[in-house]
Nanobody, 125 residues
Framework: QVQLVESGGGLVQAGGSLRLSCAAS????????MGWFRQNPGKEREFVAA????????YYADSVKGRFTISRDNAKNTLYLQMNRLKPDDTAVYYC??????????????????WGQGTQVTVSS
């Protein structure tokens, strides 16, 4: 089992950057596939990016490809999301998620078993 805590959200102007972090508890973080999702009130949770257990494989939603970078440091039990060239449409609560799996890189919300509490990202125009 793993517990996830996001940080790094905030208010930024369009075109700016933010880096989100997700700290994971437990000794087996390196065995977890990890992902980032986001959600706005009244809307469904949306896939943003995912990374395999070793960090060797990544997958992005088309809406963030080329602007966001997902990475992980297994020695620090931490997942990251570097967000550049932010747009107002990126405004949302961002959640990190994990599943104990050493294969594949999934984008489906139902594939993930563990979720953080979320961190708010607001991009002003």
């Amino acid at each position: 089992q793993v517990q996830l805590v996001e940080s790094g959200g905030g208010l930024v102007q369009a075109g700016g950057s933010l880096r989100l972090s997700c700290a994971a508890s437990g000794r087996t973080f390196s065995r977890y596939q990890m992902g980032w999702f986001r959600q706005n009130p009244g809307k469904e949770r949306e896939f943003v990016a995912a990374i395999g257990w070793s960090g060797g494989r990544t997958y992005y939603a088309d809406s963030v490809k080329g602007r966001f970078t997902i990475s992980r440091d297994n020695a620090k039990n931490t997942l990251y999301l570097q967000m550049n060239r932010l747009k107002p449409d990126d405004t949302a609560v961002y959640y990190c998620a994990g599943v104990y799996r050493t294969y594949g890189v999934g984008s489906g919300e139902s594939e993930y078993d563990y979720w953080g509490q979320g961190t708010q990202v607001t991009v002003s125009s």
